[in-house]
């Protein structure tokens, strides 16, 4: 079965940068829509991107367009989401997960995992 890995995450005032990233050992990502999602402390997950399996549709929430980017590194094999600006609301654990398609809202991507979530990547941002 497809399994996730997520990493990059970390501490980082406001106003910074961070760039996470999927990967999934013995599995090419290429070949799979990917989600990125969010817990943050108290509130429930929620899907914040997806990039189809193309690459060619990229998807985000509101409150991260214009900061938050979702690519993929073929060559690495991995599917990163860079993350500028941040903002002390950005603070939970990032998931990402294999997903059937990037089409629909991503308020209800959860319900349309191919993958388990990984076991996630914590950021906090604090100054």
């Known amino acids: 079965q497809l399994q996730v890995v997520e990493s990059g995450g970390g501490l980082v005032q406001p106003g910074n940068s961070l760039r996470l990233s999927c990967a999934a050992p013995?599995?090419?990502?290429?070949?799979?829509?990917i989600g990125w999602f969010r817990q943050a402390p108290g509130k429930d997950r929620e899907g914040i991107s997806c990039?189809?399996?193309?690459?060619?549709?990229?998807n985000y929430i509101d409150s991260v367009k214009g900061r938050f980017t979702i690519s993929r590194d073929n060559a690495k094999n991995t599917v990163d989401l860079q993350m500028d600006n941040l903002k002390s609301d950005d603070t939970g654990r990032y998931y990402c997960a294999a997903v059937m398609a990037c089409s629909g809202p991503l308020a209800t991507i959860h319900q349309r995992l191919f993958s388990p979530y990984g076991q996630g990547t914590q950021v906090i941002i604090s100054s």
């Open positions: 990039i189809s399996a193309s690459g060619g549709t990229r």
């Open positions: 013995g599995f090419t990502l290429g070949n799979y829509a």
